[in-house]
């Protein structure tokens, strides 16, 4: 009897030391996109949702992130200048650089880089993210920082 009340109070231990580590959910990851002199670095991004992604003007000369779609854009960022996106909903989202087009990128939200969005209809057009300083999009969030 004595080795069956061990072996259950053993095996509630386990239960109660194991089972919040398996419900647990990963915080959201904060990455890093270098803007250089002409190209993002990495230029295809696959994040999860709830991720933030800061670009980082490593460059001599200013450019913008801009999504192709309407959702974000950062203005000019100078040299060492920052912008954030906070990305909430999944599909992928292509940027460029409004000052030099050739250069693009893409963030793809919940799949892998290059993955097309899931196939939807739309009441009104998707927002994948929204500004942290003004609030212009439901699904994402941005933050434009200088020196």
């Given at each position: 009897m004595r080795?069956?009340?061990?072996?259950?109070?053993?095996?509630?231990l386990a239960l109660v030391l194991l089972v919040p580590a398996a419900g647990?959910?990963?915080s959201p990851v904060e990455w890093s996109v270098s803007i250089e002199d002409f190209y993002f670095e990495p230029?295809?991004?696959a994040i999860a949702p709830g991720d933030k992604i800061?670009?980082?003007n490593e460059g001599n000369a200013p450019h913008t992130v801009?999504?192709?779609?309407g959702s974000f854009d950062s203005g000019m960022l100078n040299p060492g200048d920052t912008y954030t996106v906070t990305f909430l909903d999944a599909g992928t989202v292509t940027y460029h650089?409004?000052?030099?087009?050739?250069?693009?990128?893409?963030?793809?939200v919940g799949?892998?880089?290059?993955?097309?969005?899931?196939?939807?209809?739309?009441?009104?057009p998707p927002a994948p993210a929204t500004p942290e300083y003004g609030g212009s999009s439901p699904g994402m969030t941005s933050m434009n920082s200088g020196y």
């Open positions: 080795k069956f009340l061990y072996l259950a109070t053993l095996f509630v647990a959910q990963q230029a295809d991004t800061t670009w980082v801009t999504a192709d779609d650089c409004a000052i030099h087009p050739n250069m693009i990128g893409s963030v793809t799949g892998e880089a290059g993955e097309e969005a899931p196939a939807a209809v739309p009441t009104e």
